[in-house]
């Protein structure tokens, strides 16, 4: 089941404490189930994948195609749509409903979310540039970021030089971030550190693509506790 994934809401953020005196930065997430509303084949479209849906959506808001096609499948409309490729598509079924259990035996996950929109910035905001000398003839371009073309041919600025501009608001990906805990009862999925996006911004969580053999924090702890017990047995 850990080839598909989950969306959720980002809550915002809070830390763990451990007995040990440890506390941890956690990003809390709200996750909803998701429903299985389609099986692609391979034969139809060239992959074997299934959609699933996210959220909840009045029908008010909905075009016309898409309340014929949540009315074709026989379900209620959905706020999302997302496509997950799978290898085989025998253990999935149209309506199953699939929630924070699906990452039970995982430790790591993959997220997705957009970046918090920065708006026009400029040189020195976003990309750090030094910017000109702040005395010595400098006149109003302290902040400028200089000269961007070049005495040659053709003398123009190419595409993809760093200028003042749109900063923020774009996909971002991040990998291996330790599950701390999770709450199966409020649906909430804690995980450590920090997770592009603003509060309520959509997440998509997924198993870590790399194969990872770090000790999670809990596996830390124990080991910790494990060699206090045999100094003190030494003692």
Do not use: C, W
């Not at 692609?40 to 992959?47: A, F, L, N, S, V």
């Not at 918090?116 to 371009?141: D, E, P, Q, T, Y």
């Not at 506790?225 to 030494?234: A, L, N, Q, R």
């Amino acid at each position: 089941m850990t080839e598909i994934g989950l969306i959720g809401k980002k809550i915002g953020m809070t830390r763990e404490f451990y007995n040990s005196g440890l506390s941890i930065p956690v990003t809390v997430l709200k996750v909803e189930k998701g429903r299985i509303i389609q099986l692609i084949d391979k034969e139809r479209r060239g992959y074997s994948a299934v959609q699933i849906g996210f959220g909840k959506i009045k029908n008010s808001k909905l075009s016309k195609s898409m309340k014929g096609y949540f009315s074709k499948k026989n379900t209620e409309s959905k706020k999302i749509l997302k496509e997950f490729r799978v290898k085989n598509l025998d253990q999935y079924k149209e309506g199953n409903e699939f929630g924070i259990e699906i990452f039970k035996d995982i430790k790591f996950l993959d997220v997705r979310s957009k970046t918090i929109g920065k708006g026009f910035a400029g040189a020195m905001k976003r990309h750090n540039f030094g910017g000109l000398r702040a005395s010595h003839g400098v006149s109003i371009s302290h902040r400028a970021h200089g000269s961007t073309g070049q005495n040659q041919d053709p003398g123009k600025v190419f595409k993809g030089k760093k200028m003042a501009g749109h900063m923020g608001s774009k996909m971002r990906s991040m990998q291996n971030l330790e599950i701390i805990k999770t709450d199966l009862e409020n649906e909430l999925i804690y995980l450590k550190g920090s997770i592009p996006g603003s509060k309520n911004s959509e997440v998509l969580l997924k198993k870590s693509v790399k194969n990872i053999n770090k000790t999670t924090i809990l596996e830390k702890i124990e080991t910790l506790e494990k060699s206090k017990k045999i100094k003190d047995k030494k003692k």
